[in-house]
């Protein structure tokens, strides 16, 4: 049983996979708080919450001082993390390579370091105890698909920084790994779109691309995050989990 003041941090859990994640903590009976950029979405998310165990602040993942304030604002109120999981990114933007190159840019602000600023400067903090990270990739980092060259650097270069700093959290008894979905299959997401656009191509997409011939679905990828933080791992750390399908 967790202590009362014990928290599951995620990071962009308004809408998407993160409401999702928020809903099986919520279902565990785990305090958590949502970090969201959109503050009438996140507050339409929260009061949907009856139990009082969800608490959404607003906060832009990808401004490193707005990360700050509102980590301050959880250890003032001894908000003490012991799950991390950084959902927030952006694939909808076209990431396509540009002359100027700004797209690589946009594409490490929402999808690299709006994981990267919650890690590195809760652990600076030190407002955790026996801490679980998990960040949410992409199989784009696997550079699998039709993803953008910006969006799948960015999604691969999380992946390696989760493999990598494995070694230097060990010490703090910091466990981090990162999850890469496949073609997930949510309601008005954009497979669910395309389905409801064109049946049958979408479905021979799949068919073609997946060994498994399915979409990814959101109990798969909480049956992932279920395992990595469980007690059930004690010793897995630095590694990616592909929720992919074996896609082609």
């Known amino acids: 049983?967790?202590?009362?003041?014990?928290y599951a941090l995620v990071c962009g859990g308004s809408y998407?996979?993160?409401?999702?994640?928020?809903?099986?903590?919520?279902?565990?009976?785990?305090?958590?708080?949502?970090?969201?950029?959109?503050?009438?979405?996140?507050?339409?998310?929260?009061?949907?919450?009856?139990?009082?165990?969800?608490?959404g602040l607003k906060c832009d993942l990808s401004d490193p001082k707005d990360v700050k304030k509102n980590?301050?604002?959880?250890?003032?109120?001894?908000?003490?993390?012991?799950?991390?999981?950084?959902?927030?990114?952006?694939?909808?933007?076209?990431?396509?390579?540009?002359?100027?190159?700004?797209?690589?840019?946009?594409a490490y602000n929402k999808n690299f370091f709006t994981s990267i600023n919650?890690?590195?400067?809760?652990?600076?903090?030190?407002?955790?105890?026996?801490?679980k990270i998990i960040v949410i990739s992409s199989i784009a980092g696997y550079f699998k698909g039709s993803a953008p060259l910006p969006y799948s650097l960015a999604k691969n270069s999380l992946i390696n920084y989760c493999k990598e700093n494995s070694k230097?959290?060990?010490?703090k008894n910091i466990f981090i790994n990162s999850i890469s979905p496949g073609h997930i299959?949510?309601?008005?997401?954009?497979?669910?779109?395309?389905?409801?656009?064109?049946?049958?191509?979408?479905?021979?997409?799949?068919?073609?691309?997946?060994a498994l011939k399915k979409f990814c679905t959101i109990d798969d990828i909480i049956h992932a995050i279920h395992f990595l933080i469980s007690e059930n791992n004690s010793y897995i750390?630095?590694?990616?989990?592909?929720?992919?399908?074996?896609?082609?």
Not at 24 to 45: G, P
């Open 71 to 106: 980590i301050q604002i959880l250890k003032k109120k001894k908000l003490i993390i012991n799950y991390l999981i950084c959902n927030a990114g952006n694939g909808k933007n076209d990431f396509s390579v540009k002359k100027n190159n700004l797209n690589f840019y946009s």
């Open 168 to 171: 230097n959290l060990a010490s």
């Open 1 to 6: 049983m967790k202590k009362k003041n014990n």
């Open 118 to 131: 919650p890690i590195e400067l809760l652990i600076n903090s030190g407002n955790f105890e026996n801490l």
């Open 185 to 210: 299959m949510q309601t008005n997401n954009l497979w669910h779109k395309k389905l409801k656009k064109n049946k049958s191509k979408t479905l021979s997409f799949i068919k073609k691309n997946v």
């Open 16 to 55: 998407g996979l993160g409401s999702e994640i928020v809903k099986y903590f919520e279902n565990k009976n785990i305090n958590t708080i949502v970090f969201a950029r959109n503050k009438k979405k996140l507050d339409t998310f929260v009061k949907k919450f009856k139990s009082k165990k969800v608490i």
């Open 237 to 248: 750390t630095g590694i990616d989990i592909k929720v992919d399908g074996s896609s082609v």
